[in-house]
């Protein structure tokens, strides 16, 4: 593994200084990196019908946008992540949220919902 990476999964992988989504763009599948100094705040959500628990990709609402993850469903905790000066959200799930809370507590603001 890279030493820049400190996590990586299937759906996204967690730098230094970036969070990459994979899967992101519909329908080429390619992947949106986001720095760390972009983000305002990190909601963390239980799923619900909602707040994205069964959006498996793309928009329901043309504000919050969720990468290709057909598991989503099973997840413990879906992520909405806000940009600075960004009206789009990006909602994702991980494979380790523990882990990924872990990680992202000391690089960027989160708030449990």
Known sequence: MNENILYSDGLIEIGNDSIVFHNYYFP??????????????????????????Y???????????????????????????????KRIKIGFTVEDSEKVIGL??????LIKT
């Open 55 to 85: 959006r498996y990709w793309g928009s329901g609402d043309f504000i919050h946008w969720f990468p290709l993850d057909t598991k989503r469903s099973k997840r413990d905790i879906i992520f909405i992540l806000h940009r600075k000066n």
């Open 28 to 53: 080429i599948t390619t992947a949106k990196t986001v720095k760390f100094d972009e983000i305002e705040t990190i909601f963390l959500k239980t799923p619900t019908i909602i707040n994205g628990k």
């Open 104 to 109: 992202l507590r000391d690089r960027v603001t």
